[in-house]
């Protein structure tokens, strides 16, 4: 969502580190940039004025400008109030000393609210909490029979009410169920609009009356711009909101929403969604985003992905093989499996800091190279893959028919694979020549 203004950014993080020495109309003439990439970026006029205001101060103070590296002074000036824009710091779910915790998520038809609440319930299970997912949303065809699959498909508690129950009969229903089962957490799925309108909120009110929800949700579309920040603002001001989620963050928007939303709203944003699988769902950390924005990775998220998806004892034998120069095409498969667990390959990429840019094109590529060789792999029996010297050519030949791609795909995958393994036995074997073997020699 933020790469057009991500390459704006840097373009101006760049002009301003090149500088040996700022003057207060340099710092001006370089945040003009930052306006104007801020502005196109669809973020609220008054939220950039009060920004860029706040820079400036900043930035034109003695201090910076005297410093011995004022461009990145400047840089970590920009950094820390985009981070203060969006909140400062990352905002806490609810959590109740007496289950069950009760999140109410409501929002417009169209923005992922159905979709977060399954989301949700998926990433507490991860944190070993317990999440009852309900819906009492009865006016849109099938909704509630969305969440049902949902929460079916990824090992989700879902409680579904009697055929034809009012919205406030399965509030009390699920909330009775939630505490009759030692639930530590209920998410229920409040029926939203294709706009704001008296008859929604009327019944949204009547269900927080039920529920008595320990923290509201609402599910803010980050692709509608300056429009998430209307609703949010009609929500809270009619229903009452305690937090935000800004879903589809995925998407090609310009971004405007994640910038602008709590600056003028005032709530905390908790969550954005990054994708349409369960799984891709991220605690909105301010700084981190502030850091992606300027081109500066985000080695926390990425380290936190790999601590969630990757298996520490697989990790630990696979080490092992590594050491031992023991790494087959079996080992190889299953390391790039875990690789695409972590979400895209592009998102990977920009989370790290000084990776090159790299174009949509680019990225597209690599995915598919990626889909080549594990079709490659897989048309491989399983002796092929523990002896890859048994590939002759006619079995290079079924395995390329096999895979639907080529010959020339094979060898080369094959070529890769055993450069691959012989670094790695070079590595193993240590150092050589007449020092290796004295202490201290590493």
């Known amino acids: 969502m933020f790469d057009d203004l991500t390459r704006k950014l840097e373009s101006f993080v760049k ?92 929002g417009l038809q169209g923005s992922g609210k159905t979709t977060f609440c399954g989301k949700l319930a998926y990433l ?32 989700l508690d879902f409680w579904l009410a009697p055929a034809g129950s009012a919205p406030e009969a399965i509030a009390r229903g699920a909330l009775e169920q939630a505490r ?41 579309d980050g692709m509608s711009g300056r429009d998430a920040v209307n609703v949010a603002t009609a929500f809270r001001d009619q229903l009452g909101v305690d937090g935000l989620v800004l879903s589809k963050m995925d998407g090609d928007a310009r971004g405007g929403a994640a910038l602008s939303i709590r600056a003028v709203t005032g709530l905390p944003v908790l969550y954005m969604g990054t994708g349409e699988k369960v799984e891709a769902l991220e605690v909105f950390h301010p700084e981190r985003l502030a850091s992606r924005i300027l081109g500066m990775g985000d080695v926390l998220t990425l380290v936190e992905r790999a601590q969630e998806h990757v298996d520490a004892e697989q990790a630990a034998r696979l080490a092992e093989k590594l050491r031992r120069a023991d790494f087959g095409l079996e080992d190889f498969l299953h390391q790039m499996r875990e690789l695409r667990k972590l979400g895209p390959l592009g998102d990977l990429l920009k989370m790290i800091p000084g990776m090159p840019r790299v174009s949509p094109e680019e990225m597209q590529g690599g995915e598919q190279e ?61 150092p050589r020549g007449p020092r290796a073997g004295m202490p201290g020699f590493r």
Do not use: W
């Not at 003695?62 to 981070?83: M, N």
């Not at 009759?180 to 939203?192: H, K, P, S």
């Open 370 to 430: 990626m889909q080549r060789v594990e079709a490659i792999i897989l048309s491989m029996t399983a002796r092929e893959r523990t002896r890859p010297q048994l590939l002759n050519a006619s079995r290079r030949r079924r395995i390329a028919a096999g895979s639907g791609t080529s010959v020339q795909a094979v060898n080369k995958l094959m070529r890769d694979f055993e450069a691959m393994q012989k670094m790695m036995k070079r590595a193993g074997k240590g």
């Open 180 to 220: 009759e089962r030692g639930f530590d957490y209920l998410v229920f799925d409040i029926a939203g609009r294709l706009h704001i309108d008296a008859g929604m909120m009327a019944e949204a009110a009547a269900l927080r009356r039920v529920l008595q929800p320990h923290q509201v949700l609402l599910v803010a």
């Open 124 to 155: 507490l299970k991860g944190k070993k909490r317990r999440a009852l997912l309900a819906s009492a949303d009865v006016h849109r065809p099938a909704a509630i029979e969305q969440l049902r699959q949902l929460a079916e498909g990824s090992g």
């Open 15 to 106: 002009n301003v580190t090149g500088q040996g020495r700022l003057s207060p109309d340099n710092v001006r003439d370089s945040l003009r940039e930052v306006r104007r990439a801020l502005l196109e970026a669809d973020v609220s006029y008054q939220v950039v004025k009060d920004l860029v205001t706040r820079i400036e101060e900043r930035a034109a103070g003695q201090e910076v400008l005297r410093g011995v590296s004022p461009g990145q002074q400047v840089v970590r000036v920009v950094h820390e109030e985009l981070a203060r824009t969006m909140g400062g710091s990352a905002a806490s779910l609810a959590e109740s000393p007496r289950f069950p915790t009760v999140v109410m998520v409501c």
